[in-house]
């Protein structure tokens, strides 16, 4: 009741009440360069019409058929521009309230993500745990308009790219209010979710029809897009993202292939994995980080037909689980430092542990960084074999 007292003009900073009906929600939206103008933004936008199609003709009700996949592009000098000029050729209210995912195009991301995040990191329909995602190697628009080819929609695409992404940790989730956070800081480098885009061929066998090869079209997870100073540099395939993960206390879950002592494959399950870094400084300055790095995995399968859960069989897979995760980890640090971008967590977790410290040597960071003393120790354990101990038809058993 006093805020209706109070005298102000408050309808002025409310958003306006509108129809639920005259309201266009908008699902994915994509940001890229300007096509005729670098310093324009475009903006695509992916929204689900109200009709669905069912039997060839649309119909209104939630049963049944694929939705309706729409599109509109649009530019203009600044994404709130260009989103005010789609309103134009719109004949309901663009709703950005129920944006899911954002992509950022190759080109847009390379040029630098301030001007982009800015709106919607402002905006008060977009919410800060939206989902980023970088379009590798190419426009957000072409993956966008390319998508509406594939067999699933890409807002179930992205909401799937969210929660199970950490199934095998080769990519990562990356929310905006993340992102927002890690911009403020320079010397630390941001990594974003890279999508793929691919077309498949695939063999269209139909009764009486022959063979047939048609296109598919498949959208997945690429590693991570590596940003310094706001910008694309880089990207990690989904090898290095794993050590990146790993570094960064994000890995989940997944799987290690090594060979048993009788040179067959044996897949692993790891279900934890732990980094603890430790500094060395020297007067101020910081000499050497220590990595210890605790790997902890279940025997899932194993190909060979021999009994290896002995003593002298398993230390063999402990050391060669070891230097499977060492040698990720050597991988990602080289590519960091050969890069000269900290995505390893390192300034971050110097500047929380020794903060004084930090201090001094942050003016330095980017050449302190690349010429880095780091060693590596892995503590590794298989702890369990699930149902069996031993392989079905195991040699020397009677």
């Not at 109200?50 to 694929?66: A, C, I, M, V």
């Not at 989730?173 to 800081?185: A, S, T």
């Not at 910008?231 to 989940?252: H, Q, R, V, W």
């Not at 934890?272 to 870094?277: H, R």
């Amino acid at each position: 009741l006093c805020l209706y007292l109070c005298g102000c003009k408050i309808f002025g900073y409310l958003p306006k009440r509108t129809e639920i009906d005259s309201l266009e929600f908008i699902r994915i939206l994509g940001i890229d360069m300007g096509s005729q103008d670098s310093e324009n933004i475009k903006v695509t936008m992916l929204y689900i019409t109200h009709e669905k199609e069912q039997g060839g003709q649309k119909d209104s009700s939630n049963q049944g058929g694929r939705a309706n996949i729409s599109t509109m592009v649009a530019e203009g000098k600044s994404l709130s521009d260009a989103i005010k000029n789609a309103q134009l050729s719109s004949k309901r209210k663009i709703f950005l309230g129920h944006v899911f995912g954002v992509i950022i195009g190759d080109e847009a991301a390379k040029n630098g993500l301030g001007k982009y995040i800015d709106f919607i990191s402002r905006g008060i329909e977009l919410r800060l745990d939206n989902n980023i995602y970088i379009a590798k190697d190419m426009d957000a628009e072409e993956l966008i308009l390319k998508s509406c080819k594939s067999d699933e929609e890409l807002c179930d695409i992205i909401e799937h790219f969210s929660k199970d992404y950490g199934i095998t940790s080769t990519s990562g989730n990356k929310k905006l209010i993340e992102i927002m956070g890690e911009l403020d800081n320079k010397y630390a480098g941001i990594v974003i979710p890279a999508i793929k885009f691919m077309e498949e061929k695939e063999e269209d066998f139909q009764e009486g029809n022959g063979e047939e090869a048609r296109e598919k079209v498949v959208i997945k997870l690429d590693g991570y897009g590596v940003l310094k100073d706001g910008k694309l540099i880089s990207y990690a395939d989904e090898y290095l993202s794993t050590g990146i993960n790993i570094l960064n206390d994000k890995y989940m879950e997944g799987n290690i292939t090594i060979q048993d002592p009788y040179g067959q494959d044996v897949s692993l399950e790891v279900f934890e994995v732990i980094a603890e870094k430790r500094y060395k400084f020297s007067n101020g300055n910081i000499e050497s980080v220590a990595l210890k790095i605790i790997v902890n995995s279940n025997l899932a399968e194993q190909h060979s037909r021999e009994n290896i859960y002995t003593k002298e069989g398993l230390e063999y897979l402990f050391e060669q689980q070891a230097d499977t995760v060492k040698k990720e980890v050597y991988d990602v640090i080289e590519f960091a430092q050969n890069n000269n971008v900290d995505v390893l967590g390192f300034s971050r977790d110097i500047f929380k542990k020794h903060p004084i410290k930090w201090e001094k040597i942050e003016p330095e960071w980017d050449s302190i960084f690349p010429n880095l003393d780091i060693d590596i120790n892995i503590k590794s354990k298989i702890g369990r074999t699930y149902d069996i101990t031993q392989p079905s038809g195991v040699e020397g058993m009677e």
